[in-house]
């Protein structure tokens, strides 16, 4: 993956300092953080070894802790592994579903920021988790599928362009709407499924009329003359 990367964006050594990757448990090897730690500038990467993690929850002390959450706390490790280069780790500890107790260790390099900016700059790759969720279900793209190999690949690319468009419009095509906080599935299955037609003039559009009939229709022929507005 990471290979894969480097040859799709070819960076600077300024550009590489400026680069994080933040990878979850699965990935977390000493190995592997050895492997990565020179190749980019920053990480936040989840340990893979959960007894390491629980027998340094055990070494904290009770004033270690610092809540960060409902039933979740994070302490600082300053016996941690020594890698390659300089990192930090940190203890994180939280109750699960039936009361019991789970235990991480978060290593990274961002070692000017506090504990808790850490661990939120970590959890907020769920935020990615729930958008490819999100495609997955509003722009169909696990229904759908083509037998060749070049279809399937621009089905692919299609709804990336999608994604991104939805999430370019977002913030302010929808603005003031009852459709601002629509998610991509209600977005594409209920607003912009509506009746109606586009009228072209060569390349360009004219025209976009909609079912009048359709109690939406009224609303986001509002949004789609800012999109229109954008667009020109």
Request: charged letters at 25%; one cysteine or more; aromatic letters at 10%.
């Given at each position: 993956?990471?290979?894969?990367?480097?040859?799709?964006?070819?960076?600077?050594?300024?550009?590489?300092?400026?680069?994080?990757?933040?990878?979850?448990?699965?990935?977390?090897?000493?190995?592997?953080?050895?492997?990565?730690?020179?190749r980019f500038g920053q990480l936040v990467i989840k340990g893979y070894n959960a007894?390491?993690?629980?027998a340094s929850a055990r070494r904290r002390e009770a004033g270690d802790w610092q809540?960060?959450?409902?039933?979740?706390?994070?302490?600082?490790?300053?016996?941690?592994?020594?890698?390659?280069?300089?990192?930090?780790?940190l203890v994180l500890h939280w109750l699960g579903e039936k009361r019991t107790d789970?235990?991480?260790?978060?290593?990274?390099?961002?070692?000017?920021?506090?504990?808790?900016?850490?661990?939120?700059?970590?959890?907020?790759?769920?935020?990615?988790?729930?958008?490819?969720?999100?495609?997955?279900?509003?722009?169909?793209?696990?229904?759908?599928?083509?037998?060749?190999?070049?279809?399937?690949?621009?089905?692919?690319?299609?709804?990336?362009?999608?994604?991104?468009?939805?999430?370019?419009?977002?913030?302010?095509?929808?603005?003031?709407?009852?459709?601002?906080?629509?998610?991509?599935?209600?977005?594409?299955?209920?607003?912009?499924?509506?009746?109606?037609?586009?009228?072209?003039?060569?390349?360009?559009?004219?025209?976009?009329?909609?079912?009048?009939?359709?109690?939406?229709?009224?609303?986001?022929?509002?949004?789609?003359?800012?999109?229109?507005?954008?667009?020109?």
């Amino acid at each position: 993956m990471v290979r894969a990367t480097e040859q799709l964006l070819p960076l600077k050594p300024h550009q590489r300092a400026r680069t994080g990757w933040r990878l979850d448990g699965g990935f977390g090897t000493d190995a592997n953080l050895n492997w990565l730690l020179p190749r980019f500038g920053q990480l936040v990467i989840k340990g893979y070894n959960a007894t390491r993690a629980a027998a340094s929850a055990r070494r904290r002390e009770a004033g270690d802790w610092q809540e960060i959450g409902p039933e979740r706390w994070v302490a600082l490790e300053p016996d941690g592994v020594r890698y390659g280069r300089r990192t930090q780790s940190l203890v994180l500890h939280w109750l699960g579903e039936k009361r019991t107790d789970h235990y991480a260790l978060l290593v990274h390099t961002l070692l000017d920021w506090p504990m808790a900016k850490v661990v939120q700059f970590y959890d907020a790759r769920a935020q990615q988790e729930v958008q490819i969720r999100q495609d997955k279900t509003g722009l169909q793209l696990t229904r759908r599928r083509k037998r060749a190999w070049h279809a399937q690949e621009a089905w692919v690319i299609l709804n990336d362009l999608a994604h991104n468009l939805l999430a370019w419009t977002h913030d302010w095509m929808w603005h003031g709407s009852r459709f601002e906080g629509y998610g991509c599935l209600r977005l594409v299955q209920d607003v912009l499924n509506l009746s109606g037609h586009f009228v072209f003039k060569g390349d360009k559009l004219q025209k976009a009329a909609l079912c009048r009939s359709d109690p939406l229709a009224p609303e986001v022929a509002e949004c789609l003359e800012r999109l229109l507005t954008e667009l020109h």
